[in-house]
């Protein structure tokens, strides 16, 4: 079975950090693109980070360039977000994201999201 399990949330002061991670299991992970997304209370979900599956290649929302890193390990199933100098707005609950496109058609999963908090 399709599983993404996130971990590495919680409660931290502003411009302290924080290392996501997301494991990933039941499919080919080398074949996905990999991404970040977030969700704040009241917010619409927004694309924080995203790095391909051929070339390794990166981008990142506005809002976090510069703070933040996303990387893949394709031999441990894992993708992780590098969160530093983190500010109250980042609070969120930010979810694991895969998809690939074959033949025209997307496959597309979610893991269940993790708390992050940034607060004093």
């Known amino acids: 079975q399709v599983q993404l399990v996130e971990s590495g949330g919680g409660l931290v002061q502003p411009g302290g950090s924080l290392r996501l991670s997301c494991a990933a299991s039941?499919?080919?992970?080398?074949?996905?693109?990999m991404s970040w997304y977030r969700q704040a209370p009241g917010k619409e979900r927004e694309l924080v980070a995203r790095?391909?599956?051929?070339?390794?290649?990166?981008n990142y929302a506005d809002s976090v360039k510069g703070r933040f890193t996303i990387s893949r390990d394709n031999a441990k199933n894992t993708v992780y977000l590098q969160m530093n100098n983190l500010k109250p707005e980042d609070t969120a609950v930010y979810y694991c994201?895969?998809?690939?496109?074959?033949?025209?058609?997307?496959?597309?999963?979610w893991g269940q999201g993790t708390q992050v908090t940034v607060s004093s």
């Open positions: 790095i391909t599956s051929a070339l390794g290649r990166t």
């Open positions: 039941g499919f080919t992970f080398s074949s996905y693109a």
């Open positions: 994201n895969a998809v690939t496109i074959y033949s025209g058609s997307y496959t597309n999963f």
